[in-house]
């Protein structure tokens, strides 16, 4: 099933889907996730900044973040959780699967055969990030321990999955350089 997906992305990623998919994105973080953090913060009445940028955190500091919040701010949040924070994935997904899939195309060899589909990793962490913040924003004060270790675990994950894929890109990048450089034998 994978291999059957690598295909398909190989087959029908091009510059035009590339550029639309990079026009989407850049409203994210210029204009849509600003405005939704500032959003948050200007109903807790404090900067407090969101769950979903840290790198990685222990309960104690989702406590406190879930405390500074306010209720009005934490319904705001899972809001965009459900709302925002579902398309943004999406739109990252297919823009780095269109990357990986241009740059990839013509190396099927191993590893590199699906190696358009591993945005598909942060997306799959991202998802299950967000469904334990919303649970953690839902559920406060009867904040579970349980849950909020797994949101760190979640969002570890998926900064992981990022960096490889920022590193993929590059490794790609660099390769098709490399390759148009070398002299013809």
């Given at each position: 099933?994978?291999?059957?997906?690598?295909?398909?992305?190989?087959?029908?990623?091009?510059?035009?889907?590339?550029?639309?998919?990079?026009?989407?994105?850049?409203?994210?973080?210029?204009?849509?996730?600003?405005?939704?953090?500032?959003?948050?913060?200007?109903?807790?009445?404090?900067?407090?900044?969101?769950?979903?940028?840290?790198?990685?955190?222990?309960?104690?500091?989702?406590?406190?973040?879930?405390?500074?919040?306010?209720?009005?701010?934490?319904?705001?949040?899972?809001?965009?959780?459900?709302?925002?924070?579902?398309?943004?994935?999406?739109?990252y997904t297919a823009l780095f699967v269109v990357i990986l899939s241009l740059l990839y195309r013509n190396?099927?060899?191993?590893?590199?055969?699906?190696?358009?589909?591993?945005?598909?990793?942060?997306?799959?962490?991202?998802?299950?990030?967000?469904?334990?913040?919303?649970t953690l924003l839902n559920d406060y004060p009867a904040v579970s321990y349980t849950w909020a270790v797994?949101?760190?675990?979640?969002?570890?994950?998926?900064?992981?999955?990022?960096?490889?894929?920022?590193?993929?890109?590059?490794?790609?990048?660099?390769?098709?350089?490399?390759?148009?450089?070398?002299?013809?034998?």
């Open positions: 099933m994978l291999t059957a997906l690598s295909n398909w992305a190989y087959r029908t990623a091009r510059v035009p889907i590339l550029l639309v998919l990079l026009l989407l994105y850049a409203l994210f973080p210029a204009y849509i996730l600003p405005n939704a953090e500032q959003r948050i913060n200007q109903l807790a009445g404090q900067q407090v900044g969101i769950i979903d940028l840290l790198p990685y955190y222990q309960p104690d500091v989702i406590w406190q973040m879930l405390d500074k919040y306010g209720q009005a701010a934490r319904q705001q949040y899972a809001y965009i959780e459900v709302t925002t924070d579902i398309a943004y994935p999406i739109v190396r099927p060899y191993r590893p590199f055969a699906t190696a358009n589909l591993l945005p598909l990793g942060i997306f799959g962490f991202d998802i299950a990030e967000n469904i334990c913040i919303v797994a949101t760190g675990i979640f969002t570890s994950g998926k900064w992981l999955f990022f960096a490889l894929a920022i590193l993929a890109v590059l490794y790609g990048i660099l390769r098709g350089l490399y390759g148009k450089m070398r002299p013809i034998d």
